[in-house]
């Protein structure tokens, strides 16, 4: 399996900028898909991007595109999420996640078998 350990998140303003970072570690040449998902209080979990990790090809959800960017460094293992002019309604506590697969629901929590602990981030007004 591979560990996760994500870190950047903090308290930010409205249309501020944060940059997560994703550190993998363990059996990381089997993380073909690299994935951020969100969950905000009392909602359910969503994802935001993706990246496969042997193509750079990457996927966003409508309410982020063009805002965030995910990226990766592969000599250090890890994934990176930029968020630009966040809103309010990006405070979640983010997470990243790693999948051997390269199927294409790659929007679905099911496909990952690697999770990191997670870290908030908190956009204020």
């Known amino acids: 399996q591979v560990q996760l350990v994500e870190s950047g998140g903090g308290l930010v303003e409205t249309g501020g900028s944060l940059r997560l970072s994703c550190a993998a570690s363990?059996?990381?040449?089997?993380?073909?898909?690299m994935g951020w998902f969100r969950q905000a209080a009392g909602k359910e979990r969503e994802f935001v991007a993706a990246?496969?990790?042997?193509?750079?090809?990457?996927y966003y959800a409508d309410s982020v595109k063009g805002r965030f960017t995910i990226s990766r460094d592969n000599a250090k293992n890890t994934v990176y999420l930029q968020m630009n002019s966040l809103k309010l309604e990006d405070t979640a506590v983010y997470r990243c996640a790693a999948s051997p697969s390269i199927a294409s629901n790659y929007r679905s929590a099911s496909l990952y078998d690697s999770w990191g602990q997670g870290t908030q981030v908190t956009v204020s007004s």
């Open positions: 990246s496969r990790w042997t193509t750079g090809t990457t």
């Open positions: 363990g059996r990381t040449s089997s993380s073909n898909t």
